[in-house]
């Protein structure tokens, strides 16, 4: 059996079938990278506790030691897989690596103060969120805000092209092509900003959270300042201060739940889009080659905005369930966060591919702008709603019922409204208001 893993026999479609697309995110989310930032925290930790004249460390080894995460590589990422394959504990491998490299550096005298008075969950709980906020920083911002330039480009352009609203799928007042867009744009941005807001929490503080055993070592030493400063100056995250064994993951979950209304606003434009393409109102620009249908030759299907449903639907199973499970531990502890966490760039990678694929249709559509003013023409009955409320200002009785008897259920063109208003006991001037009025200029005000 052929146990080499290639995109043909892997079982996922994203280290598979988009594996091309999204092999960046291993730098953050795989078993490699989960080790290179163990190693990290580890060393960056035991560089710490020098600094804090806990022991004595040569300043001309500290560059060799840094080199450990630094320039980590995949052969070393075997080798703490090998120590694993007797520790049966993952985090104990790193230890053990980062002693090794001591050794072979002639440094055997540091070696117990490798994860001194540490849990492995002082080493994962700070290493995952560290992944996680370079992969926030590094990957999503930069993709999402790329698909918010693409939306802004084209809802710019298409600011004063009026169009049929549509309310419960039915004709209502029209409204512009580019205002529908920035209803999506600044629904993401306003998640954004709540996402921006949420920290990056992390734990330290020994096996259940109280410093047992750095403070029997130490008890001169403010531990509590100490974590504090590694947490949030050194690696740059936020420290939570009560902890039990783990990290709460409070903070995380509500990033998951931000990241998941995000993708559900996304899902909302997606079928919008979709809806819009089967109106023909866009057209989508045919590439050589291509093939909609492999039983009917004319078609052209939205796929790109249908993969990117699917995908941030799949991103937001993975969403949810982080952010209903990590917050749940029993007692000190038990082990489920940490099975679970393996898997936070699945949801990660489906809600990075579903924005390129958005970015891919959204690339492709075609106005077709004689369709979308063929629609307007075709529906005079939305400026009922402009008549009725001038006749409203004018004091006139009952306007609403009188059009209602008009338009509903009937298919009026110009020529019928404008012989409902000639009928009005009303003023000349307000008549000729009224007759001014069309389904391509009653768009209302919004930029």
């Given at each position: 059996?052929?146990n080499?893993?290639?995109?043909?026999r892997?079982?996922?479609?994203?280290d598979?079938?988009?594996?091309?697309e999204?092999?960046?995110l291993?730098?953050?989310?795989?078993?490699y990278?989960?080790?290179?930032?163990r190693?990290?925290?580890?060393?960056l930790?035991?560089?710490?506790?020098?600094?804090a004249?806990?022991?004595?460390?040569?300043?001309?080894?500290?560059p060799?030691?840094?080199?450990l995460?630094?320039?980590?590589?995949?052969?070393?990422?075997?080798?703490v897989?090998?120590?694993?394959?007797?520790?049966?504990?993952?985090?104990?491998?790193?230890?053990?690596f980062?002693?090794?490299?001591?050794?072979?550096?002639?440094?055997?005298?540091?070696?117990?103060?490798?994860?001194?008075?540490?849990?492995s969950?002082?080493?994962?709980?700070?290493?995952i969120?560290?992944?996680?906020k370079?992969?926030?920083?590094?990957q999503?911002?930069?993709?999402?805000?790329q698909?918010l330039?693409?939306?802004?480009l084209?809802?710019a352009?298409?600011?004063?092209?009026?169009?049929?609203?549509?309310t419960?799928g039915?004709?209502?007042?029209?409204t512009?092509?580019?205002k529908?867009?920035?209803?999506?744009?600044?629904?993401?941005?306003?998640?954004?900003?709540?996402l921006?807001?949420?920290?990056?929490?992390?734990?330290?503080?020994?096996?259940?959270?109280?410093?047992?055993?750095?403070?029997?070592?130490f008890?001169?030493?403010?531990?509590?300042?100490?974590?504090?400063?590694?947490?949030q100056?050194?690696?740059g995250?936020s420290?939570t201060r009560?902890?039990?064994?783990?990290?709460?993951y409070d903070?995380?979950?509500?990033?998951?739940?931000?990241?998941?209304?995000i993708?559900?606003?996304?899902?909302?434009?997606?079928?919008?889009?979709?809806?819009?393409?089967?109106?023909?109102?866009?057209?989508?620009?045919v590439?050589?080659?291509?093939?909609?249908?492999?039983?009917?030759?004319h078609?052209?299907?939205?796929?790109?905005?249908e993969?990117?449903?699917?995908?941030?639907?799949?991103?937001?199973?993975?969403?949810?369930?982080?952010?209903?499970?990590?917050?749940?531990?029993r007692?000190?502890?038990?082990?489920?966060?940490?099975t679970?966490l393996r898997?936070?760039?699945?949801?990660?990678a489906?809600?990075?591919?579903?924005?390129?694929?958005?970015?891919?249709?959204?690339?492709r559509?075609?106005?077709?702008a004689?369709?979308?003013?063929?629609?307007?023409?075709?529906?005079?009955v939305?400026?009922?709603?402009?008549?009725?409320?001038?006749?409203?200002?004018a004091?006139?009785p009952?306007p609403y019922?009188?059009?209602?008897?008009?338009?509903?259920?009937?298919?009026?063109?110009?020529?019928?409204?404008h012989?409902f208003?000639?009928?009005l006991?009303i003023?000349?001037?307000l008549?000729?208001?009224?007759?001014?009025?069309?389904p391509?200029n009653?768009v209302?005000?919004?930029?």
């Amino acid at each position: 059996m052929n146990n080499k893993l290639s995109p043909l026999r892997a079982i996922s479609p994203i280290d598979g079938r988009y594996y091309g697309e999204l092999s960046v995110l291993s730098e953050y989310f795989s078993e490699y990278a989960l080790i290179r930032y163990r190693i990290q925290v580890e060393v960056l930790y035991f560089l710490a506790l020098a600094d804090a004249g806990i022991f004595d460390f040569p300043e001309t080894a500290r560059p060799g030691l840094l080199q450990l995460f630094e320039q980590f590589s995949e052969e070393d990422a075997h080798q703490v897989k090998k120590l694993e394959q007797t520790t049966r504990h993952d985090v104990k491998a790193v230890e053990y690596f980062i002693k090794q490299k001591l050794d072979q550096m002639g440094l055997q005298a540091y070696r117990e103060w490798v994860h001194f008075a540490l849990t492995s969950q002082d080493i994962n709980n700070t290493a995952i969120p560290l992944l996680w906020k370079k992969a926030i920083e590094e990957q999503y911002w930069p993709a999402l805000q790329q698909l918010l330039d693409a939306l802004e480009l084209k809802a710019a352009e298409w600011m004063h092209i009026p169009m049929l609203a549509r309310t419960h799928g039915q004709p209502a007042s029209p409204t512009r092509l580019g205002k529908e867009i920035r209803v999506f744009i600044e629904r993401v941005r306003g998640q954004m900003l709540l996402l921006k807001n949420i920290p990056f929490t992390a734990k330290f503080g020994g096996a259940t959270g109280n410093f047992n055993a750095h403070h029997v070592a130490f008890p001169q030493i403010n531990w509590e300042d100490f974590a504090d400063r590694f947490v949030q100056e050194t690696l740059g995250l936020s420290r939570t201060r009560y902890t039990t064994q783990i990290e709460p993951y409070d903070h995380l979950a509500a990033q998951c739940d931000a990241l998941r209304r995000i993708n559900n606003i996304l899902i909302d434009f997606c079928r919008d889009m979709w809806l819009y393409i089967s109106f023909d109102y866009f057209h989508q620009q045919v590439k050589a080659g291509e093939i909609g249908s492999s039983a009917m030759p004319h078609k052209t299907n939205p796929i790109d905005f249908e993969n990117a449903e699917g995908n941030l639907g799949w991103a937001n199973a993975g969403w949810e369930h982080l952010s209903n499970k990590l917050p749940i531990s029993r007692l000190q502890r038990d082990l489920t966060d940490s099975t679970v966490l393996r898997n936070l760039g699945v949801p990660f990678a489906h809600t990075l591919l579903a924005f390129s694929s958005i970015q891919k249709g959204w690339a492709r559509l075609q106005l077709h702008a004689a369709k979308i003013r063929e629609d307007l023409e075709q529906n005079w009955v939305v400026v009922a709603e402009a008549i009725q409320t001038l006749l409203r200002k004018a004091g006139y009785p009952e306007p609403y019922e009188q059009l209602k008897d008009l338009t509903r259920g009937h298919k009026l063109d110009q020529q019928a409204i404008h012989h409902f208003i000639d009928q009005l006991p009303i003023p000349e001037t307000l008549k000729n208001q009224m007759k001014q009025i069309t389904p391509w200029n009653y768009v209302g005000i919004v930029q």
